[in-house]
């Protein structure tokens, strides 16, 4: 048997009418940029996260940048995050003149440990970037306290968790802004570039929707320096569409994620931790299934010859990067980071993956075990 880690073309053979159908209407409308199916798809994924605004952007990457940018941060200022998430968070801080300065994990959710962010605040220190990792939800209580104590803004890097919910209340309105992906992979995914900034605050989303279209208030009259991050109106079109499947598609997610903790829970394996509750009020949705194995290189090839398709996320902390050198880390800063980046392997988890598929990956790996 041969399994992909990831395999859009089925998303789109069992929705192919609906996609055909919205992508016709976009041409025969003639509208592809700022035009109504945007204005619809912000509304609709405002009122999904009941949050009073959403503002459609060119990618998550920029959706980050766009957000720091609104905040005035940049240049001599200091942005606390994590380096276990990906590049596009880093060099999104580093593209608007901000220093990325990291904070180590917590070794059971693999998220920002929010007891030691405090130790890296100072002057310069004007935002907290937690990333909800592989759609696992940060400690936002935590954060939020320190955020306030010390009078820092928070921007939730929500690339990864589209519908995770924390104590009640959906990621990415906790802080003052946050910034979200849909990059075709994630569990909400365009069929290209997307992204998204959504924030409570009115003004904070104003300047966002200038900043977006080159500063524009009236055509061609820019009231401030503004950049080109647009989403476009086939993308708007089709991510409308999929919100919809959303729940839906979060819920397989976190049904495959019950069977592989099921069917592995006697191997070494460390898992994922489920973090369901009668009231579903605090789960991940489970945009990657990272397992830690001891034995991580011995299992990848294993995996590979059985024909199962295994990632890596994220092979080499940012703060051991070439390109972020300039940084002055050093293996040994991050301990728990550089730890579990050592370990983590990534098994397929998508909406589409079969049952089949499902007892075949569990098999081959307890066989690997035994």
């Given at each position: 048997m041969k399994i992909p880690f990831g395999d859009l073309s089925r998303q789109y053979k069992k929705y192919k009418n609906e996609f055909d159908s919205i992508i016709t209407s976009v041409f025969e409308?003639?509208?592809?940029?700022?035009?109504?199916?945007?204005?619809?798809?912000?509304?609709?994924f405002a009122g999904y996260l009941e949050i009073k605004n959403a503002i459609g952007v060119a990618n998550g990457t920029e959706a980050i940048f766009l957000a720091l940018k609104a905040l005035d941060i940049g240049e001599g200022d200091e942005v606390i995050t994590v380096a276990n998430t990906a590049v596009p968070t880093i060099s999104a801080i580093d593209g608007a003149g901000a220093k990325p300065v990291f904070v180590d994990i917590l070794e059971n959710s693999y998220n920002i440990n929010p007891h030691l962010i405090e130790d890296k605040i100072n002057q310069k220190t004007?935002?907290?970037i937690p990333v909800h990792l592989y759609g696992n939800p940060c400690e936002m209580d935590s954060i939020m306290q320190t955020a306030n104590k010390y009078g820092l803004k928070v921007i939730e890097d929500c690339a990864q968790a589209h519908g995770a919910k924390y104590k009640g209340k959906k990621v990415g309105t906790f802080g003052d802004i946050a910034a979200f992906s849909f990059y075709p992979s994630k569990n909400l995914g365009a069929n290209g570039d997307g992204g998204m900034v959504v924030t409570d605050d009115d003004e904070l989303a104003e300047k966002v929707r200038l900043l977006r279209n080159y500063g524009f208030?009236?055509?061609y009259n820019s009231t401030l320096r503004g950049y080109n991050s647009r989403l476009d109106e086939i993308q708007a079109a089709l991510l409308n569409f999929k919100l919809t499947r959303l729940d839906e598609w979060n819920m397989a997610r976190i049904k495959i994620a019950q069977k592989y903790i099921n069917g592995l829970k006697d191997t070494p394996l460390i898992l994922p931790e489920l973090n369901l509750n009668n009231n579903f009020d605090n789960f991940s949705v489970f945009h990657l299934f990272v397992i830690r194995s001891k034995e991580r290189s011995k299992l990848i090839g294993y995996l590979l010859k059985e024909g199962i398709a295994v990632l890596i996320h994220y092979p080499v902390p940012i703060h051991l990067q070439p390109a972020y050198n300039f940084l002055g880390y050093r293996a040994g800063d991050l301990?728990?980071?550089?730890?579990?980046?050592?370990e983590i392997l990534s098994i397929p988890v998508y909406p589409e993956l079969e049952d089949k598929e499902i007892d075949y990956i569990i098999d081959r790996i307890k066989k690997f075990y035994s």
């Open positions: 409308k003639g509208s592809f940029i700022l035009g109504e199916n945007l204005s619809d798809f912000e509304k609709n004007k935002a907290i208030k009236d055509r301990p728990v980071t550089e730890k579990i980046s050592q």
